[in-house]
């Protein structure tokens, strides 16, 4: 499936005319109402599954800006603390305070990731917008090498694990050249990778307050 240049990635209303997968992500975040319930926090669905480089195990991660880390923890925790599988943590990720909640419906796991940053700030987001414009650009052969190296060497467990690789693929003059590029528009993706070695994300259980 050939990726589309022109998706605007702050509406989930791109993923009902998607494929099979993003289809009925889309009608499990509408029928549960995970998108409205969190408008207040300028919610935007983030990760593999909206740019069509998903594996098996891809959850659907939804990034979200916060006032007040408390309130925003209290609220997540009103609206989904039934669901199955539930739990919340607060995180330091890349040296900013931020709270991560879990839970599952229909064999996705759904998480919630809250930072004080509009989510259009976010790394994710940007991360996820460049990922988008390479695999626009690189066409389908391209895609399927980057769902090959997910599935063979990159766990989700490990920070951008598309971006590592798209990184991979490109040979570095093409690499070097893209890094150029999207640093025009402020997007400093290259630089995160290269040193994602050296930041740690801290996660505490349940203390929230």
């Known amino acids: 499936m050939m990726a589309q240049n022109n998706i605007n990635f702050t509406t989930i209303a791109y993923l009902n005319a998607g494929n099979p ?6 009608r ?3 029928q549960n109402r995970i998108m409205e319930r969190l408008k207040k926090y300028d919610p935007i ?13 891809s959850d659907l991660d939804v990034i979200c800006c916060f006032q007040e880390r408390g309130e925003f923890a209290s609220t997540i925790m009103q609206l989904f603390g039934q669901m199955a599988g539930f739990a919340i943590k607060t995180c330091e ?10 839970f599952k419906v229909e064999g996705f796991e ?3 990731f809250g930072q004080d940053k509009p989510t ?3 790394n994710a987001y940007r991360h996820m917008v460049i990922e988008h414009r390479l695999l626009c650009e690189r066409g389908e052969p391209f895609r399927q090498k980057v769902i090959k190296l997910k599935q063979q060497d990159y766990k989700t467990e490990r920070p951008l694990p598309s971006c590592w690789a798209l990184k991979t693929i490109l040979t570095p003059d093409c690499w070097r050249w893209r ?6 528009d402020g997007i400093k993706i290259v630089q995160y990778i290269q040193n994602q070695s050296i930041i740690t994300t801290t996660c505490h259980e349940n203390t929230i307050f």
């Open 21 to 26: 997968k993003q289809v009925k992500a889309y």
């Open 28 to 30: 499990i975040l509408t």
């Open 45 to 57: 669905l983030v990760g593999t599954i909206p740019i069509n480089i998903d594996i098996e195990n």
């Open 93 to 102: 990720h890349q040296r900013t305070l931020s709270v991560k909640a879990s």
């Open 110 to 112: 759904i998480e919630i």
């Open 120 to 122: 259009r700030l976010q």
């Open 179 to 184: 890094k150029q590029s999207y640093e025009q």
